[in-house]
Nanobody, 121 residues
Framework: QVQLVESGGGLVQPGGSLRLSCAAS????????MTWYRQAPGKERELVATITSTSGSANYADSVKGRFTISRDNAKNTVYLQMNSLKSEDTAVYYC??????????????WGQGTQVTVSS
């Protein structure tokens, strides 16, 4: 059974930091592209950051570039999102996604349950 479990969310003040974790099980973690998404109330889900399964290169949404860092530890089957200089606009539910490159058909993508991040004074 594939499972992705996010943790590390919470309430922080503007300018503060949080580190989100996503622990994966039931899959060969090292071959999956891992992505953090977020969804704020009344808004569509948006991509925050992606890290590839091969080169480990990362890509970020313009809104978080320079503030957030995505990383992965394949030995621990975990992907992280270090969030610094947090703004109220970062408030959202953050979701972890695992996607198998070159996979066709169904069952190529998995989602976690999400973790709430609230940035407020």
């Amino acid at each position: 059974q594939v499972q992705l479990v996010e943790s590390g969310g919470g309430l922080v003040q503007p300018g503060g930091s949080l580190r989100l974790s996503c622990a994966a099980s039931g899959l060969t973690f090292s071959v999956y592209t891992m992505t953090w998404y977020r969804q704020a109330p009344g808004k569509e889900r948006e991509l925050v950051a992606t890290i590839t399964s091969t080169s480990g290169s990362a890509n970020y949404a313009d809104s978080v570039k320079g503030r957030f860092t995505i990383s992965r530890d394949n030995a621990k089957n975990t992907v992280y999102l270090q969030m610094n200089s947090l703004k109220s606009e970062d408030t959202a539910v953050y979701y972890c996604n695992a996607n198998l490159p070159r996979c066709v058909g169904m069952g190529c993508s998995y989602w976690g349950q999400g973790t709430q991040v609230t940035v407020s004074s």
